[in-house]
C-alpha cells in the first residue's frame, strides 16, 4: 500500500461510526439519510472486491431516549440497558440500508476479554474471517449488556482497532466530527496546525497533541484515537481519522478530504508474522517428516499427515515449535487444535478428522498464515 494510504488500494477496510454521526442530538433517533449513503458507500468498496467491516457506536445514545434515561451520566446497569434497547434499532436500520444494495448484514457483540484470552480470540477472528467469505457485512459492537468494568474496552475506537488487527485488515478508517490531528485543540486555538500524515510509531510530542477532549455523545476523544492509532500501528493497519458529518464521508475522504493518515512501518501479514514469532511463548512442540518439511518451506500449511510426534499440552490457539526429523525448530505458529485432539489424528488425511475427532475441524494442523518459518 502507498505512503498515501489510498482506500482502493486496501483488500480489507474496518469504518468505525461515532455516535456523533448517527444519532441525532435531538431526538435520539438513528440519523437515517446519513446511514443511507454510508450504506452506498460501502456497497461501491464491496463492488471493487473490498470486504467490510463496520464498528459503529450509538447504541446507548439511541437506547436511553427510549428508556426515558434523560440523565447527562448514565450507571453501568443504565448503559447496559440502553444499550440492549438501542443495539435492536442500530442493526435493524443498517440491516435495511445494506439491503437496497443486496448486502447481508451479521451482528457481532464483542467485549475486551474476547480479544485477550487466546480460545475466544481465536474464535472471533475464525468467524469474522467465515462471515468475510461468505460476503457478509459484519457489524461489531461492544458487548455492553453483559460487560463489566474490568472486560471493557469503554470506547469503539480502541475496539475499531482491536477488530482490524484481530482480523488483519489492510485499513481502519475512524469517522467522527473531527477532521484529524491538530497540534492544539482548533476549539482554543484557531491558529492550530493540521497534521495530515504520521509515519510510524506515535512519539511522545503526537500523543501530547491529543488533549482531553470527549465528544458529548460518545465515550472517546483524540486520545483514545490515538491509542486506537498505536494499536493499528503495531498489527501493521494503516489508519485515518476524517471528519464524516457530511453525506457519503468515505468517497468525501477518498476525494481528498482532509484527515490524518497513519501510515505503519510493516504490513497486516508482516506484523503479524513477528508477533507469532517472538511475542508469544510456545506451549508445545511438534515433528514433521520431510515431506511436510519440504511442503511448509514452499509456502504451504501443516497438515496432520505431516506430523509424525507431539510434545506438550497446549489449546487450540496456542504458539507451537515446529521441529524437523533431526530436532532442529523449523517454525512456529498457532495451532488449530488442542494437544489432545493433535494427538489423535497425526498421520491421518484431513477427510479422516471427522470420523476420528466427532466434528469437523480445520484442514491444517497450522494454515500458512499463522506459521512463521525460521
Known amino acids: ?3 498515501q494510504v489510498d482506500i482502493s488500494e486496501a483488500k480489507r477496510i474496518v469504518i468505525k461510526i461515532g455516535s456523533a454521526l448517527l444519532v441525532d442530538k435531538k ?14 458507500d460501502i456497497a461501491r468498496l464491496r463492488a471493487r472486491g473490498q470486504e467490510v467491516l463496520v464498528v459503529s457506536s450509538g447504541a446507548i445514545a439511541v437506547g ?6 434523560s440523565n447527562s451520566r448514565l450507571r453501568l446497569e443504565e448503559s447496559q440497558a440502553a444499550a440492549a434497547t ?14 437496497h444494495h443486496d448486502l447481508t448484514l451479521a451482528q457481532v457483540l464483542i467485549t475486551l476479554d474476547d480479544s485477550e484470552n487466546r480460545r475466544r480470540y481465536i474464535n472471533a477472528r475464525n468467524t469474522l474471517e467465515t462471515l468475510l467469505r461468505l460476503g457478509a457485512v459484519p457489524l461489531i459492537n461492544e458487548n455492553d449488556t453483559v ?8 470506547d469503539n475506537d480502541r475496539l475499531a482497532a482491536r477488530v482490524a488487527a484481530m482480523i488483519s485488515a489492510d485499513m481502519l478508517v475512524v469517522l467522527s466530527h473531527m477532521d484529524g490531528l491538530y497540534d492544539r485543540d482548533p476549539t482554543l486555538h484557531p491558529d492550530a496546525v493540521h497534521i495530515a500524515l504520521i509515519k510510524g510509531e506515535l ?14 455523545e460518545g465515550s472517546g476523544g483524540m486520545v483514545t484515537k490515538l491509542a ?42 508482516t506484523a503479524r508474522k513477528q508477533w507469532i514469532a517472538g511475542s508469544l511463548k510456545p506451549n508445545g512442540t511438534v515433528v514433521v517428516d520431510d515431506g511436510a518439511l519440504g511442503a511448509l518451506k514452499s509456502g504451504k500449511s501443516l497438515l496432520p499427515a505431516g506430523i509424525t510426534s507431539i510434545e506438550g499440552e497446549f489449546e487450540r490457539g496456542d504458539a507451537i515449535i515446529i521441529e524437523g526429523a533431526s530436532g532442529q525448530e523449523v517454525a512456529r505458529g498457532l495451532v488449530a487444535y488442542s494437544a489432545d485432539d493433535a494427538r489423535k489424528i497425526i498421520g491421518y488425511k484431513t477427510s479422516e ?18 506459521l512463521v518459518l525460521n
Open 64 to 69: 436511553r431516549r427510549h428508556l426515558n434515561l
Open 203 to 216: 512519539s511522545p510530542k503526537i500523543v501530547a497533541m491529543a488533549g482531553t477532549g470527549k465528544s458529548a
Open 228 to 269: 486506537a492509532a498505536k494499536i493499528a500501528l503495531g498489527a501493521g493497519t494503516c489508519m485515518i481519522i476524517a471528519n464524516g458529518t457530511e453525506d457519503y464521508p468515505i468517497r468525501r475522504v477518498e476525494a481528498g478530504g482532509v484527515c490524518t493518515r497513519f501510515v505503519p512501518t510493516a504490513n497486516p501479514k
Open 1 to 3: 500500500m502507498s505512503a
Open 353 to 370: 478428522i471427522e470420523n476420528i475427532l466427532g466434528y469437523r475441524g480445520r484442514d491444517e494442523m497450522i494454515h500458512r498464515d499463522d
Open 147 to 154: 460487560a463489566t468494568d474490568e472486560i471493557r474496552f469503554g
Open 86 to 99: 438501542g443495539m435492536v434499532r442500530l442493526a435493524h436500520a443498517y440491516q435495511e440500508v445494506l439491503a
Open 27 to 40: 431526538t435520539g433517533e438513528v440519523r437515517r439519510p446519513w446511514l443511507e449513503t454510508l450504506a452506498e
